[in-house]
């Protein structure tokens, strides 16, 4: 018997909970730079997880959440690829439009698949090779000549965040599958966390020229939290939490591959944020790189969702 005929299938709600996670998650991120001109990215990582860590603790007793791993090992594997990630993302965000950042974030799915097919021997059908083809012109229109050209490094960052991205997926699915969600998002800012002390101490005990504004977040060590600062990080904290939350249930909801393409519309949200906060627009080209990226993921969930299909008919 299909183990997806006992629960039924509740994509509406998913799909709610998807959009609802994708504008909280493109209004958080926004913010990043009110903090980046004063204080720097190991802090905000240290604040952030710290303030995420005991909302999870404060509602976990009441939501019967299971935090215990099954495999720590497997979950501290991942949460260090998927906290190096976002550890790089993150610092992205202090020089780049979030939609821009985001879009080289959400290049993942394409390098699941190079890794899955290069590093496992795994098949891949020539509908995801195509995928894999437009996905790649969607990177090179959304970071734009200069970036190829190697003048900014600071955009070719979210796409070296998504390498390592697709392989905490890779190791999600492999080793992280019996797994709850509240122990991995966890254990994900568990790490974060330790990387934010890391950093400041590091900046601490060998500090080094830092730069006026957003330009110094990368290398700005500790500085005296001040009332703003504790404010929008608990607002960060909270939007995070929530809606990693929210996204995570609604993968729990409907099927994974319809979900997958909800997701997206965190980009759309993230440059809507943008010109709402900042005035902040992308040109034609960021447009139909965004596109191009949208629909490579598309078709790459979709495809997957039709093998999967296909495999549990042939099982009966």
């Not at 903090?35 to 905000?44: I, K, N, P, R, W």
């Not at 900014?152 to 998504?162: E, K, M, Q």
Request: proline fraction near 4%; glycine fraction near 10%.
């Amino acid at each position: 018997m299909n183990v997806q005929t006992l629960v039924p299938d509740r994509t509406m709600a998913a799909v709610g909970l998807t959009v609802t996670y994708a504008a909280m998650v493109g209004f958080s991120d926004n913010f990043v730079r009110l903090v980046a001109d004063e204080t720097g990215l190991s802090q905000f990582h240290f604040t952030r997880s710290l303030m995420a860590l005991a909302i999870i603790g404060l509602v976990a007793p009441f939501l019967g959440l299971r935090l215990r791993a099954v495999r720590p090992w497997a979950v501290m594997l991942r949460a260090v690829l998927q906290g190096t990630a976002i550890f790089i993302y993150f610092g992205a965000l202090a020089f780049l439009p979030v939609a821009l950042a985001a879009a080289g974030l959400f290049t993942a799915p394409i390098f699941v698949l190079l890794i899955s097919r290069f590093a496992f021997g795994e098949a891949i059908g020539p509908v995801r090779i195509l995928a894999v083809a437009l996905g790649f012109l969607g990177v090179v229109l959304v970071l734009g000549p200069a970036a190829l050209a190697g003048a900014t490094l600071a955009a070719v960052l979210p796409v070296a965040a998504a390498v390592v991205y697709a392989l905490s997926n890779i190791v999600t699915r492999k080793l992280c599958a019996q797994e709850t969600p509240e122990t991995l998002l966890a254990a994900f800012f568990v790490v974060l966390g330790l990387y934010g002390v890391i950093g400041m101490a590091v900046f601490a005990l060998w500090p080094l020229p830092v730069p006026a504004g957003s330009d110094g977040f990368v290398l700005r060590g500790a500085v005296w939290p001040d009332a703003r600062y504790l404010g929008l990080m608990a607002l960060q904290a909270f939007l995070s939490a929530v809606g990693v939350g929210m996204c995570t249930r609604a993968y729990q909801l409907a099927d994974t591959g319809r979900v997958s393409v909800i997701e997206y519309m965190v980009l759309p949200s993230s440059a809507f944020w943008g010109w709402i906060l900042w005035d902040e627009s992308l040109g034609w080209r960021a447009w139909a790189g965004i596109a191009l990226i949208v629909l490579a993921g598309a078709m790459i969930a979709l495809r997957a969702h039709e093998a999967a299909r296909h495999g549990e008919a042939a099982t009966g």
